[in-house]
């Protein structure tokens, strides 16, 4: 059983930086692929990144692309997003899960959900 705890979030305005952390306990987390995922408000919660096990493969969202970048370091059992330009309707909860395998973007697919961390960015 993994668990995960995000952390990172806040306020920040259009343009602005973050970078959250997912902080995992239990001794299996580096076999797992990490995602990342957001929920705004009355929306679906929707694909932001995620890194396999190994840190080999990666995946983002076409939105994500360019400005975003996710890393892990297994000795820390900790998964980095590091997002630049931030733009005001990327407020949203910011979640992390596991997955067996490559990255995918079903969120369904992902288990072991944090609590979140609310990212608000101001125009």
């Known amino acids: 059983q993994v668990q995960l705890v995000e952390s990172g979030g806040g306020l920040v305005q259009a343009g602005g930086s973050l970078r959250l952390s997912c902080a995992a306990s239990g001794r299996t987390f580096n076999m797992y692929t990490i995602g990342w995922f957001r929920q705004a408000p009355g929306k679906e919660r929707e694909f932001v990144a995620a890194?396999?096990?190994?840190?080999?493969?990666?995946s983002y969202a076409d939105s994500a692309k360019g400005r975003f970048t996710i890393s892990r370091d297994n000795a820390k059992n900790t998964v980095y997003l590091q997002m630049n330009s931030l733009k005001p309707e990327e407020t949203a909860v910011y979640y992390c899960?596991?997955?067996?395998?490559?990255?995918?973007?079903?969120?369904?697919?992902?288990?072991?959900w944090g609590q979140g961390t609310q990212v608000t960015v101001s125009s």
């Open positions: 890194i396999t096990w190994s840190g080999g493969r990666t």
């Open positions: 899960g596991t997955v067996n395998g490559y990255p995918v973007v079903l969120s369904r697919a992902y288990k072991n």
